[in-house]
């Protein structure tokens, strides 16, 4: 009966999750030639996959190309490669991104409070602000954010090491700055595992050899010995704990690092009545005239 009620607010957070989509999905569709605001900044120049004389020499395409995230690039260029218009993608994309959400959300909500309603409710209110906010529906990097961080939330709290490592150079392939969470959420956890551990492995291995000196088997040793058994067993968990933290916090630093000495070929700049401004000390006295009147 358990597992029935888990199933059946599973399905039910995913038809929410639908639910909600259908109508971006809805608006998105009304017209062939309608994009999303942010989209068609991020996407248009990944006509170049397809024809690569498109946009030659254009600053706003190269610009946009220079400040995409490698990961989301190759998403793209893949797509592309398959033969799939990469707006039409763009369009779907958001029910594709909410619905993972959707299932790590539900995934989380249960390993911190084990009630199949609370997991439905956690996954109502976050599609509900997801679609009430423009990273969702917009497709693109920040998009990404929400999935990947419920799923490192959720492998962190499985201590799956390999799985929570692999979130992490996800984050930093599709939305880098979302490695900050990660590494704050990591440190955090790693300082009050140094604050709980305890010598209990060195009390396990006395326990032990007292119970090697009674010489008979009795009922007595039998659960002295599962109580080491369980002891070990802990220790391990906590060890292996202590290397997610470890391990994540290094990649995170490497990801930071790299992304942080990447280079652009662009100066700092403002967008202002539909141009393209160098941000300098003259160009911010005559944004400061001419924005307020055509603004």
Known sequence: ????????????????????SIAGLKLAFQDPYTIQD??????????????????????????????????????????SSLGIDIFFFNKISPLLISLVASIYCFGVCLEIFSIPFAGFLSTLLLNQNLWMLDDLSSGTPRAFLYPLLLAFIYYLLHNSLWLCLLTIVLQGLFYPQTVLISAAILLIRLISHAKRSDPALCGAVSFRAAIRRKGTLTEQRRKERQRVAITLSNDYR???????????????????????????TYEPIVFCCGSFIRDSADSRSILSSACCNNC
Do not use: C
């Open 238 to 264: 906590k060890i292996n704990q202590k290397t997610v933290y470890l391990l994540g916090l290094i990649i995170s630093f490497i990801i930071l690092t790299l992304y942080s000495l990447k280079t652009s």
């Open 38 to 79: 942010d989209a068609r900044q991020h996407i248009f120049w990944m006509q170049q996959f397809r024809d690569n004389t498109l946009l030659n020499n254009d600053l706003i395409a190269d610009y946009f190309r220079s400040v995409a995230p490698e990961g989301f690039i190759t998403l793209y260029r893949l797509v």
């Open 1 to 20: 009966m358990k597992h029935y009620q888990y199933r059946l607010w599973f399905i039910i957070s995913i038809v929410a999750s639908i639910l909600f």
